[in-house]
């Protein structure tokens, strides 16, 4: 039944794609303006979906749960850490190809389609893969990409999504309630994410040569390897561990951990390879393929999940 929901969630994403492509085709707005929709979706809306997601009653057995599924985001990027190791020579897999293979599109997809399947109250257990994945991202991920071996924990802790989570995880632990004139403006922009990240990635799409990426050498690799290959290995993880039984409810909480990792490939991959020299135009045209091939893949891996 999920599967089904999640069908029907992703393809309705889609359709505000297509909104966003047409939007461009009709030469009411360029593809670069999407630069706009995004600074508003990354520096506003993801952070209120982030703090009001913590705004839930405190309890032992939400805190264990929590504690599973941080435990989990730490395993499967583990996981994948490992995986990348022994492929990237095999495979030969450039720098950016081993990010894009690692890390996925958790907050624009994710967050929406999890709010929308589950309810807002599980959008917490999001929120702990994305902790995971953007400490990540600001150390493995721009050291693979730059050629550094230093790690800036100015950029962890002062991305702006990092400081959310951990304003939204105080006022949880604190047992702090936002007023409700707050809280419901939040909660409104919010619900503005799944619309606008899908709409962004439609204009971008209407400014690529999709005939071009398809050609790419090498590119239905990447995509084989993000939307099936890793998925693949972190849901057998997931299901034979035995670690979904350590909470009430586990199988449910690693539902959206194996959600998390089966999404396509990061859009902060193309942004940090753009800002450190990376191909940057290659991980965009692996993150559009990916986009375009969840639809099939996500519902098909969470039915091999519910068996």
Not at 164 to 174: Q, R, V
Not at 288 to 306: E, F, N, R
Request: proline share 4%; glycine share 8%; hydrophobic share 55%.
């Amino acid at each position: 039944m999920i599967s089904l929901l999640l069908f029907r969630q992703i393809a309705q994403l889609f359709v505000a794609m297509a909104m966003g492509w047409l939007l461009v085709k009709l030469g009411k707005a360029r593809s670069e303006d999407s630069r706009h929709l995004s600074v508003v979706a990354l520096y506003l809306i993801n952070p209120c979906v982030i703090i009001t997601s913590y705004q839930l009653d405190f309890s032992r057995d939400m805190v264990r749960s929590m504690l599973l599924s941080f435990g989990a985001a730490l395993l499967i990027h583990l996981l994948m850490l490992v995986l990348t190791v022994l492929l990237r020579r095999p495979l030969h897999l450039s720098p950016v190809e081993q990010a894009s293979v690692i890390y996925s599109n958790c907050v624009n997809l994710l967050i929406p389609v999890v709010s929308a399947i589950l309810g807002k109250e599980w959008l917490l257990f999001t929120s702990m893969y994305m902790m995971v994945q953007i400490a990540l991202l600001w150390s493995h991920c721009r050291m693979l990409l730059s050629g550094e071996r230093t790690i800036s924990l100015r950029n962890i802790f002062g991305n702006l999504n990092v400081i959310s989570m951990l304003i939204g995880l105080a006022l949880f632990l604190l047992h702090i309630r936002l007023p409700s004139l707050l809280s419901g403006a939040m909660e409104s922009v919010g619900s503005m994410l799944g619309p606008i990240s899908m709409v962004i990635i439609g204009m971008v799409l209407a400014g690529v040569d999709l005939r071009a990426v398809v050609r790419l050498p090498g590119i239905w690799k990447v995509i084989a390897l993000r939307l099936v290959g890793y998925p693949l290995a972190v849901l057998c993880l997931l299901k034979f561990s035995g670690i979904a039984s350590l909470v009430p409810g586990g199988a449910d909480i690693l539902l959206i951990s194996l959600l998390a990792a089966c999404a396509p490939s990061g859009t902060m991959v193309t942004q940090l390879a753009q800002v450190y020299g990376g191909d940057s135009e290659y991980a965009g045209a692996v993150n559009v393929l990916s986009t375009l091939g969840c639809i099939v893949t996500m519902p098909l891996l969470v039915a091999l999940y519910q068996l």
